[in-house]
Structures are given as structure tokens and as C-alpha cells.
């Protein structure tokens, strides 16, 4: 385990966010998810706070979510309505998160964080196997769905995609429309996550996001090939075990 607070660029330690960056942007690209917990959970097995870890991802993803909002919006898979439901929630859910995990002792928290990386990583698990099924569409429910996914993301540094986008996806919305929205969404929830964590932590905890940004932007051009070439299902258990390993080691 390396020190964080000694982090230099360009060096291992640097080429390691890289890697994560640009592995966690593959899946992500793949599945329509998991950036936020691959990365966190990564993070966290490196001995980053819990805090930080999430403030690191969520800078990232900054980037990383304005590529693919801006995608989603060329090829008109944007519904202006589920996003105007959607973004003041997110955004305002999502900054509570931040403000609280920023405001308690990493110690006492990274169990609990570890715990909901699990439950998500179980989702995901779940997802893989459950047989496609629609209901009728409650869109009353879709301040609710943002709000709680703004806030668990901050405060388990992923989880937007997993909660959202399978949560709509569950009620009937049209799936391209789903996927669209929410990733444009993502990233106003994504920067204001990021704004409430540089305004508690600083800049300086955080520069080491750049290597995250690097490896993410890297990787974004290949989503789409993959997502092609591979099916989904081995992928999204695959991503699964890997979460719930690597969050499962740092409880015990």
C-alpha cells in the first residue's frame, strides 16, 4: 500500500490510476455503469480515504460523463423531460452526500461505504440474470429514484448508474431514452458532487484524479467497439464479483 498524501506523478503510483481510469471507462462503456464503484472500490484497496476516493472519482467522471452526455445527445437518445425530473434531485441529493461523507472520520465510514459497494456489486449480479420484464410507467417516482441515487453516489462514490438507470429501465421507460437521459444527467450531478467535495477537501487531496482522467478519457473511444464484440451478461458478472471482492477485503 503506498502512501497517498506522498503521491507524485509519473510515477507508478500514477501509472496505476491510469490503469484504473481506463479500465473501470472500458466497463463502463460496455454496460452503461459501474465506473463509479470499480473505481472507488479500486481506490479504497490502494488505501485512499473514503472521502477522497470519492471526490477523485467524481472529478473524474466530470470528464468522463460530459464525453458521453454530449454522445447520447448527437445521436437523440436524450428525453428533456425524465432529465428536468431527474437533475434537480440528483443534484441536490448528491451534494448532501458529498457534505456528509466529506464531514466524517474515513475511519469510522469506510466499513459502511465497503458494505453498499457490496449491495451494489450484488445488484449488478442481479441484473445480469433477471429476465427483462416492463411495468407501467410511474414517473412520479423519478425525483425520488435521482434524489437517492445523488446522494448514495456521493456517499459510496459510485452507484448513479446501477440505481437510476436500472430503476427506470424497471418501470418501463424506453431503455435508449433511460441511458441518454441519465448519463447526461450525471454529469450536472456528477459536478456538483465534485464542487461540494473540492469546497470541504480542497484541490490539492485531489490532484491525483488527473491520472483517473487520463486513463478514462483513453479508454472512451472504446466503449462502443466493445459493447459490440462482447456479450453482456459474463461482463456484468464479471464486474460484479470484482466489486464485491474487492469491497468484501476491505471489511474483513
Excluded at 10 to 26: E, K, P, R, W
Excluded at 42 to 66: D, I
Excluded at 79 to 85: A, T
Excluded at 104 to 131: Q, T
Amino acid at each position: 500500500m503506498f502512501d497517498f498524501l506522498t503521491f507524485d506523478f509519473l510515477t507508478s503510483d500514477f501509472m496505476i490510476f491510469v490503469a484504473i481510469g481506463f479500465f473501470a471507462q472500458i466497463i463502463d462503456g460496455a454496460l452503461g455503469m459501474a465506473f463509479g464503484v470499480l473505481t472507488t472500490t479500486s481506490l479504497l484497496a490502494f488505501g485512499v480515504p473514503p472521502a477522497v476516493a470519492s471526490a477523485m472519482t467524481h472529478v473524474t467522471e466530470c470528464f468522463t460523463t460530459a464525453a458521453s452526455g454530449a454522445s447520447h445527445l448527437y445521436h437523440r437518445n436524450v428525453d428533456w423531460r425524465l432529465v428536468k425530473r431527474l437533475a434537480p434531485a440528483g443534484m441536490i441529493g448528491g451534494a448532501i452526500g458529498a457534505y456528509l461523507l466529506s464531514s466524517i472520520d474515513g475511519k469510522a465510514i469506510e466499513p459502511f461505504v465497503s458494505v453498499y459497494l457490496m449491495l451494489v456489486g450484488c445488484y449488478i449480479l442481479y441484473k445480469a440474470f433477471r429476465p427483462a420484464f416492463r411495468r407501467d410507467i410511474h414517473d412520479r417516482i423519478v425525483p425520488y429514484v435521482g434524489g437517492a441515487g445523488g446522494v448514495l453516489d456521493a456517499m459510496g462514490g459510485g452507484g448513479w448508474g446501477p440505481i437510476v438507470t436500472s430503476s427506470l429501465l424497471g418501470r418501463g421507460h424506453e431503455p435508449k431514452k433511460v441511458i441518454g437521459s441519465t448519463n447526461l444527467t450525471e454529469f450536472a450531478v456528477t459536478t456538483v458532487i465534485s464542487a461540494t467535495f473540492i469546497a470541504t477537501l480542497g484541490w490539492s487531496e485531489l490532484s491525483s484524479a488527473l491520472g483517473l482522467i487520463l486513463g478514462g478519457v483513453l479508454a472512451a473511444p472504446f466503449g462502443a467497439l466493445i459493447v459490440k464484440r462482447l456479450p453482456t451478461k459474463p461482463l456484468m458478472v464479471a464486474v460484479s464479483l470484482i466489486i464485491i471482492g474487492t469491497a468484501a477485503v476491505r471489511i474483513i
